[in-house]
């Protein structure tokens, strides 16, 4: 126990005498080794190599080989990807060394025409020198040539919201120009702007990037010399119904018709609704569409016209300007109701004899005044036909004709309040 106490005691006053004494000497020593350590930063500067990433790689002479008619068909994204740089430089200048004192350049100033090359990348750098291996990139070079007058289509994709219509598409130029690698611009045969019509319900009126297709319709992903072009486009987006038109209202002379005479219907041609567009607010408010009067003051005949549409400002038809409108005039109709006609029966065989169970019917007539006017019940005969019966008895279909006026059989029609009778056929003995 006694030689560990002695033990620490020793520890103790070392530790004291080495910090409580020469403390003078101490701080000379550090001041002095100070010197020296600025002496050999600011004289010496030793050298220490530097790694700088994403380090920019450009093409050099690019114009050059452009005005040459060649152009680099290599993906440029690949052939100029960011390097890694090794650099020695001093250590003062270490810390604050980046990519930004380096420069690296693809020469294409030897490219003397079509083909593959493996170029060097040449790398210098401020304030240091670039140490390790050169590297190298390999690059395909192509004629530059220009392509005139490729025809541009529009693509409409997605529907529009039902009650909506476009339009025929309206371009500023229906061709564009294209300068890029012959082996990517020969294969171009058109230029396709897609619009999206989803949910649109406002014209579309933008300037449209283009997509290059090749004849099977797939996509060319060339390089081209400039940006790719864009065409200004503008389609028409309106409010679509479709509303009767509104004949009735646009007969005139309904008054002036001759006596008996009347109206009996209309038809339209080629449809009695059309379709119209226009802006949603004024589609929304129309109810029909109106036509030019169509008069039929002291006609006797059926009128037919071609009219125009009266359309609002703003609104268009897609079914045409005009249609085509029958007004169907005829006489009056009439009836000449007629009781107790007697039945009479027709095609009869002499070796035969002919009962009939009802001897008489009554017949309402319907047709024109002019018609009904001539007829009298003279003029009307019931019949049963039994044209080739043998013995037996059958019902019998009955029949009306006007044997002194068979051209009026035509214009009328009527009603038995028999319409068939039973007919006994008999032989005689």
């Known amino acids: 126990m006694k030689i560990e106490n002695k033990v620490r005691f020793s520890i103790v006053r070392f530790l004291k005498e080495l910090f409580t004494k020469n403390i003078l000497i101490k701080l000379l020593s550090l001041v002095f080794a100070m010197l020296i350590w600025g002496y050999v930063m600011t004289d ?23 005005a040459r008619r060649l152009v680099v068909r290599s993906d440029r994204a690949e052939a100029l990807k960011n390097i890694t740089v090794k650099v020695d430089t001093e250590l003062t200048k270490y810390a604050d060394f980046s990519a930004n004192n380096i420069t ?24 240091g020198s670039v140490v390790g291996e050169q590297q190298e990139v390999t690059i ?13 289509e529009v693509s409409l994709l997605g529907e529009l919201p039902p009650g909506y219509w476009s339009g025929s598409p309206e371009m500023a130029s229906g061709f564009v120009e294209i300068t890029g690698a012959s082996k990517d611009i020969s294969s171009v045969v058109k230029a396709v702007c897609s619009i999206d019509l989803t949910d649109r319900r406002e014209t579309y009126n933008e300037s449209t990037a283009v997509e290059l297709q090749n004849s099977a319709g797939e996509k060319v992903t060339a390089p081209l010399l400039g940006e790719l072009p864009s065409i200004p486009i503008k389609l028409s987006i309106l409010r679509m119904a479709e509303l009767p038109v509104n004949v009735d209202a646009a007969i005139t002379g309904r008054d002036e ?78 009836t000449l109701p007629l009781t107790a006609v007697p039945i009479v029966v027709r095609g009869t065989n002499n070796k035969l004899t002919y009962t009939l169970d009802t001897p008489s019917t009554d017949v309402t007539i319907t047709g024109q005044v002019g018609f009904i006017s001539d007829l ?50 008999r032989n005689k003995d």
């Open 44 to 66: 010496q500067n030793p050298v220490r190599t530097k790694t700088v990433t994403d380090v920019p790689v450009n093409f050099e002479g690019e114009s050059d080989l452009i």
């Open 104 to 127: 690296a350049s693809i020469s294409l100033r030897n490219v003397s025409g079509p083909g593959t090359y493996t170029l060097p990348i040449s790398v210098t750098a401020v304030d």
């Open 140 to 152: 395909e070079i192509d004629n530059l040539v220009t392509k005139q007058r490729i025809p541009v």
């Open 376 to 425: 009298s019940r003279d003029d009307v005969v019931i019949y049963a036909d039994v044209t080739g019966l043998t013995a037996g008895t059958y019902e019998i279909e009955l029949r009306l004709d006007f044997p002194k006026k068979e051209s009026m059989l035509n214009e009328v029609t009527y009603t038995l309040s028999d319409a068939k009778a039973s007919v006994t056929v």
């Open 257 to 334: 018709l001759p006596v008996n005479y009347e109206i009996v219907s209309y038809s339209v041609s080629p449809s009695s609704n059309i379709t119209v567009v226009g802006e949603a607010s004024v589609i929304d408010a129309l109810t029909g569409i109106g036509i030019e009067p169509i008069d039929v003051s002291n006609r006797k005949e059926s009128v037919e016209e071609e009219v125009a549409l009266l359309l609002p400002e703003g609104v268009t038809s897609l079914d045409g300007d005009t249609i085509s409108v029958r007004v169907n005039i005829r006489q009056k109709l009439q």
